[in-house]
């Protein structure tokens, strides 16, 4: 049922997911649904785990700052997937579900590798689990926004130059005309913005100096 429940989630959204709902989708009564999960929190939590746990199925050797750049890639690849997840997990409360606490313990040992303490660690990990979490809100905003086949991110972009143009702001803000200059892609590249960013936040965050 779970393989159900992604699928679902996928096509209509974390809002659209209640026992109800899975019951139907998946061809089983209401209460086989309830005895399953026994309420929707339950359902959300072993979706969660059931998305997380292969990207962190077992040991590996990297070194602390590559160790870090692959646990965040991990992590992305998820959000690319399946952008609804970070409405879940971009909380100060998320499910503390066995994958979850993988994921965060990993990136956590990785800094004490460093040599910071523990304390420190943890506020780094925040650092860089909200840099990945705030890219993906940008990747399932576009995902919303670009739902709609007839304004593309370049069509959205040549409507703003021309409304720009005309009260003014391009004047104003000349740095403007220098970003939005040539033809702007037809998509917005979130894994090329995702990357960049990743390593300059990497460089600041394992400074221990």
């Known amino acids: 049922m779970i393989e159900v ?12 997911l209640t026992l ?3 019951a139907r989708h998946a061809g089983q009564p209401l209460s086989a649904v309830q005895h399953a999960f026994g309420s929707r929190d339950r ?32 992590e992305w690849q998820v959000y690319r997937a399946h952008p609804w997840l970070v409405d879940i997990l971009a ?10 606490l993988d994921m965060a313990g990993a990136s956590v040992e990785a800094f004490v590798a460093l040599g910071l ?33 007839g304004i ?13 143009d005309r009260t003014g702001s391009q004047r104003r803000h000349p740095w403007l005309g220098d970003v939005t200059a040539g033809t702007p892609p037809e998509t917005f ?19 221990t100096a």
């Open 117 to 149: 303490s523990p304390a420190i660690a943890l506020r780094r990990y925040l650092a860089l689990n909200a840099y990945i979490q705030g890219m993906a809100l940008l990747l399932h905003a576009e995902q919303r926004e670009g739902a709609d086949p």
């Open 189 to 207: 590249d979130a894994d090329a913005a995702f990357r960049d960013g990743l390593h300059r936040v990497l460089i600041g965050l394992t400074h």
């Open 43 to 74: 359902l959300v939590a072993a979706l969660v785990q059931h998305l997380l746990a292969p990207h962190h199925a077992g040991p590996h050797r990297d070194l602390p700052v590559k160790k870090l750049a692959r646990l965040a890639e991990q």
């Open 152 to 164: 593309t991110y370049r069509s959205w972009w040549a409507e703003q130059i021309r409304r720009l």
């Open 5 to 16: 429940a992604t699928t679902l989630v996928d096509a209509k959204g974390v809002d659209g």
């Open 91 to 100: 909380s100060t409360r998320p499910p503390l579900v066995p994958a979850v």
């Open 20 to 22: 109800r709902a899975l």
